[in-house]
């Protein structure tokens, strides 16, 4: 049985870049759960989920959070499940200040770290991880990986075919 992703936001602001996440989890067959919990504003809750988190039948866990509000490192700090950090781009530093709470973690507290609003890329990397233990989805992302070649294949003819009529 496929583990359940968690994706979490530090706050519906969020939410039009993390649907990605989760339109990308959907497409893949993962299934997941969306949650608003935040660091800062609610840790006592945000702690509780991640604690229990592996209990509940998740695999891991996706964070995504805006200026320097380390959602991801309070999650990865109460769970031994892969957290995946999103750093959102916005306030005043327009997300380098995200970027770098998100990558910056203690030695032994990991999280993983895609782009400024890397939505799609967290979903693809949570896949990756559990396809780990789950052959079904191991080849599912190979098949996906074999249909990003064709089109960039295919576009590199077209590409060719212009080139060729100049």
């Known amino acids: 049985m496929i583990r359940k992703v968690a994706v979490i936001m530090g706050s519906d602001s969020d939410w039009p870049t993390v649907k990605g996440t989760c339109a990308q989890l959907k497409a893949l067959g993962i299934p997941y759960e969306a949650h608003i919990l935040s660091a800062h504003r609610t840790p006592a809750a945000a702690a509780e989920f991640a604690k229990s988190a592996r209990a509940n039948g998740f695999?891991?866990?996706?964070?995504?959070?805006?200026?320097?509000?380390?959602?991801?490192?309070?999650?990865?700090?109460?769970?031994?499940?892969?957290?995946?950090?999103?750093?959102?781009?916005?306030?005043?530093?327009?997300?380098?200040?995200?970027?770098?709470?998100?990558?910056?973690m203690p030695s032994g507290i990991p999280v993983a770290t895609v782009a400024l609003n890397g939505a799609k890329n967290a979903a693809w990397l949570a896949a990756e991880i559990l396809a780990l233990s789950d052959e079904g989805l191991a080849e599912k992302l190979a098949a996906a990986r074999a249909e990003m070649e064709a089109q960039i294949a295919e576009k590199e003819a077209k590409l060719q075919t212009e080139l060729a009529a100049l």
């Open 59 to 104: 695999g891991v866990i996706v964070c995504a959070a805006g200026m320097a509000a380390h959602l991801a490192g309070a999650f990865a700090a109460n769970t031994t499940l892969p957290v995946i950090g999103i750093p959102m781009k916005g306030g005043a530093a327009d997300g380098l200040d995200a970027l770098l709470s998100t990558v910056q």
